[in-house]
T-cell receptor, first 110, second 115 residues
Framework: GENVEQHPSTLSVQEGDSAVIKCTYS??????FPWYKQELGKRPQLIID???NVGEKKDQRIAVTLNKTAKHFSLHITETQPEDSAVYFC?????????WGAGTKLIIKP | EPEVTQTPSHQVTQMGQEVILRCVPI?????FYWYRQILGQKVEFLVS????????KSEIFDDQFSVERPDGSNFTLKIRSTKLEDSAMYFC?????????????FGNGTRLTVT
């Protein structure tokens, strides 16, 4: 079946530094790539998404890039803050389903 | 802002028992979904529902599972005979459209514990 790979599984960065999380997908027909943030015990919340007709999208400290040829997309968080600590999931649409990555636990060190 | 609501927040049941998880999607949404997340693992698609029928379902969604929209507001997931491995967080979601034009809105989830 279709698959989304996400790396790293855990990422620890110093407060104020940048964090980058990378995903690859297998379905060449995928054209929607959301990123979700999940705090412990809570629901996933959409933080940013990108569609295949766009290569990059930015929203304040968060940006996402997409390389459709390579089937890669990445989340970039700049000037990280303690409240950025959470698990981040990438996903890709495939046959009207969202296929999720395994998640990245982002730890912001003070 | 309208929200997807789920009840109960936590359900404990014995193996072999039936459970029904309830969801109230956002009122003007047309597409409804159930996802599952085993503790510490990724979110997994179970089923999507539109116009009173299942649109897509995953391999996880076997004959033990069923969904229903019994009235104009509720959307339920039934597990007929629960197994230990059904223990997970179950998230309901809804959207305006089937394709990628409308993001998913998730509920807070129901934590199902099968003992």
């Amino acid at each position: 079946g279709e698959n989304v790979e996400q790396h790293p599984s855990t990422l620890s960065v110093q407060e104020g530094d940048s964090a980058v999380i990378k995903c690859t997908y297998s379905d060449s027909a995928s054209n929607y790539f959301p990123w979700y943030k999940q705090e412990l015990g809570k629901r996933p919340q959409l933080i940013i998404d990108i569609r295949s007709n766009v290569g990059e999208k930015k929203d304040q400290r968060i940006a996402v890039t997409l390389n459709k040829t390579a089937k890669h997309f990445s989340l970039h968080i700049t000037e990280t803050q303690p409240e950025d600590s959470a698990v981040y999931f990438c996903a890709a649409d495939s046959n009207y389903q969202l296929i999720w990555g395994a998640g990245t636990k982002l730890i912001i060190k003070p | 802002e309208p929200e997807v609501t789920q009840t109960p927040s936590h359900q404990v049941t014995q193996m072999g028992q039936e459970v029904i998880l309830r969801c109230v999607p956002i009122s003007n949404h047309l597409y409804f979904y159930w996802y599952r997340q085993i503790l510490g693992q990724k979110v997994e698609f179970l089923v999507s529902f539109y116009n009173n029928e299942i649109s897509e379902k995953s391999e996880i969604f076997d004959d033990q599972f069923s969904v229903e929209r019994p009235d104009g507001s509720n959307f339920t997931l039934k597990i007929r005979s629960t197994k230990l491995e059904d223990s997970a967080m179950y998230f309901c979601a809804s959207s305006n459209y089937r394709d990628s034009n409308s993001p998913l809105h998730f509920g807070n989830g129901t934590r199902l514990t099968v003992t």
